[in-house]
């Protein structure tokens, strides 16, 4: 899954544009790896997932970032992410 990663928000949180990419609104700030972990986290209780099934593959210093989620289908991945689609 590919998404924009946006730090020091007031609340974690997960958006779907029309066009359907992914942001997401964290409420750590972008130093010493805080944001990618709440990220992680944040990704984990979305998907209902253990924090250790999310990983990280690339952009670990860049807002555009490559997450893979062990344990959940492509099916499964557009579903929740259609929970999220802004109208």
Same mark, same amino acid.
């Given at each position: 899954?590919?998404?924009?990663?946006?730090?020091?928000?007031?609340?974690?949180?997960?958006?779907?544009?029309?066009?359907?990419?992914?942001?997401?609104?964290?409420? $750590? !700030?972008?130093?010493?790896?805080?944001?990618?972990?709440?990220?992680?986290?944040? @990704?984990?209780? #979305?998907?209902?997932?253990? *924090?250790?099934?999310?990983?990280?593959?690339?952009?670990?210093? $860049? !807002?555009?970032?490559?997450?893979?989620?062990?344990?959940?289908?492509?099916?499964? @991945?557009?579903? #929740?992410?259609?929970?999220? *689609?802004?109208?």
């Amino acid at each position: 899954m590919h998404l924009k990663a946006k730090p020091n928000a007031r609340r974690n949180q997960l958006l779907v544009a029309a066009d359907g990419t992914v942001a997401v609104r964290l409420q $750590a !700030p972008p130093q010493d790896g805080k944001a990618n972990a709440c990220l992680l986290a944040y @990704l984990a209780e #979305v998907f209902g997932v253990a *924090k250790s099934s999310v990983e990280l593959l690339s952009g670990h210093t $860049a !807002p555009s970032k490559k997450i893979a989620i062990a344990g959940v289908s492509e099916i499964d @991945l557009q579903m #929740v992410l259609q929970q999220y *689609k802004a109208d």
